[in-house]
């Protein structure tokens, strides 16, 4: 069959029928940017392996983590098979990417790069979740939720770049507990939808553990 140039998101429950969808090769890749990111974030620590630099990396891996899982539920729910989704990925890598350059001191040095460089990344991912709604009519109250929530920490996250260390950390702190809190406001809503999982994937063993 000839898959649509251009395609807009439904929510898929294949599952329901017994088919299973596999993670894309174009996925696998997205997946390796985020080992280097990782790999950075480690690297720093062992170089700063004490009580502050273990919370130094907590604060600084968590919004990657965030970035990875968000993107991973979405395609889980949401995924397209035109060149929209190519274009999307791009945009994701990209950002990841630059999350990866400043990853070097991300609480410090290269701390402002950092944050926007998540700020940009959440703003894509916002937007894929505002337009799954607009297409899917019974996800639109649990978008309207998402977008709300997690505009207010992308905004925590820009105007950090103003502040000095230590309140640029409250500020990153109080950002991400909305991040993480944010789904917990949709659980009836989210519970009410079907959830695909991907067998083939390491996304999987996530996502099918995950109520969001």
């Not at 009410?192 to 999982?197: G, K, R, S």
């Amino acid at each position: 069959m000839k898959r649509a140039s251009w395609e807009v998101p439904r929510l898929h429950s294949e599952e329901e029928y017994g088919h299973h969808r596999k993670v894309t090769w174009l996925e696998l890749f997205y997946d390796l940017v985020f080992v280097v990111v990782v790999a950075k974030l480690a690297h720093h620590l062992t170089e700063h392996y004490d009580w502050a630099g273990l919370a130094a990396f907590a604060l600084s891996f968590v919004p990657v983590w965030w970035v990875w899982i968000s993107s991973t539920i979405y395609n889980e729910r949401f995924e397209t098979y035109g060149i929209e989704n190519r274009l999307i990925t791009f945009l994701l890598l990209c950002g990841v990417a630059a999350l990866a350059i400043f990853s070097k001191d991300p609480l410090h040095k290269t701390a402002t790069g950092f944050g926007l460089s998540y700020a940009a990344v959440r703003v894509v991912i916002i937007g894929l979740w505002v337009r799954a709604g607009y297409h899917v009519p019974e996800f639109r109250r649990i978008s309207a939720r998402l977008a709300v929530g997690f505009s207010l920490s992308v905004g925590l996250f820009v105007a950090s770049v103003w502040a000095y260390d230590e309140l640029r950390w409250a500020m990153w702190g109080l950002a991400l507990f909305i991040d993480l809190v944010t789904p917990l406001t949709t659980g009836k809503l989210q519970r009410e939808l079907p959830l695909t999982p991907r067998r083939n994937s390491l996304s999987a063993s996530v996502c099918s553990r995950s109520s969001y």
